[in-house]
């Protein structure tokens, strides 16, 4: 895909990929990433569905999405890693920096339109969603508190329930209704938050749901985004020149663009990942 013009972004926030799975649609998410030039990747949760993980499931197109994303941090890219659920054994590197990767539980960015922009995964919200509004009062520190919170319930139903991990957002989609309120919930949840803290934008993932819309309670207002995913809607979010839109996967619109375009030379997995070995070797230097 050598040919393409690349259209370039400030910032690009992709969520709930879910390596891994069956479900994950890698090869649309590769030709995507093929198409942008950013400054600054938010991976915000679920990249790498660590639960569901297995062996026998591993495809090519799973491992160029990988090496597309250490073929830019190569390059200086600036990447955070935000811990998701489906990743949440991850949360024990917090910190960790590799080259322009760092691995983080929410970032907050100072953007060019001198705007401040909160990100996380949110699925610390799905243990206490009953208590959204004492966790509005909580604030930054309560976020963090969350994250705990969720680490000792994920463990009491798994090792002394043998229920698995909670995941309300799983659940909701049984029900319409359920997840009609579950989804206001968690917007409005993260939006108090937000305002709370004085933030201008709150930037989630988790619930799979992209959107973008200002929200108000009576402390005042923010704008809620939200990446969706790569499973169901295949969006993210893209923002440049102090802009914020939601990107929509269009097969037909990629096809022509890529149509005239130098496919790479296909490689098998053995030989992608001595790739990104390499490019890894070059990033300690």
């Known amino acids: 895909m050598d040919k393409i013009k690349k259209r370039k972004l400030d910032i690009l926030v992709l969520s709930d990929v879910h390596l891994g799975t069956y479900g994950c649609h890698a090869k649309e998410l590769l030709r995507y990433l093929k198409t942008v030039?950013?400054?600054?990747?938010i991976l915000n949760g679920d990249i790498i569905d660590i639960w569901q993980f297995s062996k026998r499931y591993w495809p090519k197109s799973h491992m160029k999405v990988v090496k597309q994303l250490m073929n830019w941090?190569?390059?200086?890219?600036?990447?955070?890693?935000?811990?998701?659920?489906?990743?949440?054994?991850?949360?024990?590197?917090?910190?960790f920096k590799m080259g322009s990767?760092?691995?983080?539980?929410?970032?907050?960015?100072?953007?060019?339109?001198?705007?401040?922009?909160?990100?996380?995964?949110?699925?610390?919200?799905?243990?206490?969603?009953q208590h959204s509004k004492w966790l509005a009062k909580l604030g930054a520190v309560g976020y963090d508190t969350l994250i705990h919170i969720n680490r000792v319930a994920n463990f009491i139903s798994e090792k002394i329930f043998k229920k698995g991990k909670l995941s309300l957002s799983k659940k909701i989609k049984n029900s319409v209704k359920s997840a009609v309120k579950f989804i206001n919930s968690f917007e409005q949840t993260a939006a108090d938050i937000g305002i709370s803290n004085q933030y201008d934008y709150v930037v989630c993932g988790h619930i799979h749901q992209p959107e973008m819309r200002e929200i108000?309670?009576?402390?005042?207002?923010?704008?809620?985004?939200?990446?969706?995913?790569?499973?169901e809607n295949l969006t993210a979010l893209e923002y440049v020149d102090g802009e914020w839109k939601i990107y929509r996967y269009d097969e037909n619109e990629m096809q022509q663009l890529i149509e005239h375009s130098i496919e790479e030379d296909e490689l098998n997995n053995t030989q992608l990942f001595d790739n990104m070995l390499e490019e890894?070797?070059?990033?300690?230097?």
């Open 280 to 285: 890894f070797n070059l990033m300690k230097q």
């Open 37 to 41: 030039k950013p400054k600054t990747v």
């Open 216 to 231: 108000e309670n009576e402390h005042g207002k923010i704008m809620y985004l939200n990446s969706g995913d790569w499973i």
């Open 73 to 95: 941090m190569s390059k200086g890219v600036k990447m955070y890693y935000i811990t998701g659920n489906h990743d949440e054994m991850l949360r024990k590197f917090v910190g």
């Open 101 to 129: 990767l760092k691995i983080v539980n929410k970032v907050i960015l100072e953007l060019d339109n001198g705007k401040t922009a909160w990100f996380f995964h949110g699925d610390v919200f799905d243990v206490t969603m």
